[in-house]
């Protein structure tokens, strides 16, 4: 289930060289410290598909 959206976040929300989220500047010309609140919210939608899949869809 990881799919478009996390990826591209993850992709462009990197840390830059002053510890500020590369892409937070340049989409919204924000300062905010790496990790920002879109890389935590990509990695959790990720490490949530990887247990799916590995649990197989048991709960």
């Known amino acids: 289930m990881t799919g478009?959206?996390?990826?591209?976040?993850?992709?462009?929300?990197?840390?830059?060289?002053?510890?500020?989220?590369?892409?937070?500047?340049?989409w919204w010309s924000r300062l905010a410290p790496y990790p920002c609140w879109q890389v935590e919210w990509a990695t959790?939608?990720?490490?949530r598909a990887s247990v799916a899949r590995f649990l197989g869809g048991v709960r």
């Open 4 to 26: 478009g959206p996390e990826r591209v976040i993850l992709a462009v929300h990197v840390p830059g060289l002053d510890g500020l989220c590369v892409g937070c500047r340049a």
């Open 44 to 47: 959790s939608r990720q490490a």
